[in-house]
């Protein structure tokens, strides 16, 4: 994944031959073009927006504002009105609960995700804090503009629902993971399901924050990533760790990883929509 912010539908002119060219500043909206060439998935590194329709495609583009994702950046506080969506592009970003000085992670989101999607639920507030942990970049639109184009376009608003229930069905494992499975196992689901959301096996995260994430004490990830190092699964170096043996954390990883992987791959499926007639 790049970490540069392409210039979706300008590249993607009626000739095809049309250089990228940079988005001057986070605040410039994104023109409609006359015609939508079809190889948008060079450009559109979303996964969700590049398998919609090209006629779906060109009525959401004319909205996505390009932003500049940064680290620890808060998209979103629990409790506040949801202005924005965002089409995650690279990078990834936190979803978790924060109560009475503490926290829970429920969900990691990348590349094939998208964030603020509490509002389908008919909610104006936000439940989750969404903060970004690597930096990264996105394309957001206003909630208002995204309202008037899924009813417009019905097929948005369903791609976002098989989405939606994909990423509630990982909220809700994420509470039953943490009751049901040891250590090495739920550590070993995270790396996984993070390194599948950037698209990479280098994951520049610490001991203390999957400390913090996974509710385990700092000493019991640390033997842990010891343990899987000396396994040849991982290595590690101050604040960067890295996959090697993906198999292998895979089948160290509880069922969690899985399920939750069938989940996303189904709704990745459903948006595998035919392209209409010309």
Not at 31 to 47: E, G, I, L, M, Y
Not at 147 to 162: A, C, D, N, S, T
Not at 199 to 208: E, F, K, S, W, Y
Not at 221 to 228: A, C, D, F, G, N
Request: glycine letters at 6%.
């Amino acid at each position: 994944m790049t970490d540069l912010v392409p210039a979706v539908l300008e590249a993607l002119d009626s000739s095809g031959n049309a250089p990228l060219k940079p988005v001057p500043g986070t605040h410039q909206m994104l023109r409609r073009p006359a015609t939508v060439c079809p190889d948008r998935q060079s450009f559109v590194k979303n996964a969700i927006l590049a398998k919609i329709p090209l006629q779906d495609l060109s009525a959401i583009g004319q909205f996505l504002e390009p932003i500049v994702l940064r680290e620890r950046m808060i998209l979103q506080e629990p409790k506040r009105p949801v202005e924005h969506v965002y089409f995650m592009e690279s990078g990834l970003v936190s979803l978790r609960i924060v109560a009475a000085g503490s926290m829970l992670e429920t969900a990691v989101i990348g590349y094939r995700g998208v964030i603020g999607m509490s509002f389908l639920w008919g909610g104006h507030s936000s439940n989750h804090q969404t903060v970004v942990l690597f930096r990264g970049s996105a394309h957001r639109i206003r909630v208002e503009d995204l309202r008037r184009v899924m009813k417009e376009r019905p097929g948005i608003r369903e791609r976002l629902f098989e989405y939606l229930q994909a990423l509630t069905f990982q909220c809700i494992q994420a509470g039953l993971c943490g009751v049901r499975h040891d250590r090495e196992q739920r550590l070993a689901s995270w790396l996984c399901l993070a390194s599948d959301a950037v698209d990479a096996r280098v994951l520049p995260v610490t001991h203390d924050y999957l400390s913090s994430v996974l509710g385990l004490r700092r000493a019991g990830v640390t033997e842990t990533l010891i343990r899987l190092e000396e396994q040849g699964v991982i290595r590690k170096t101050r604040g960067v760790l890295q996959i090697d043996e993906r198999e292998s954390l895979e089948q160290k990883a509880c069922c969690c990883y899985k399920l939750v992987s069938s989940a996303y791959a189904s709704s990745q499926s459903a948006c595998l929509s035919p392209e209409p007639a010309s």
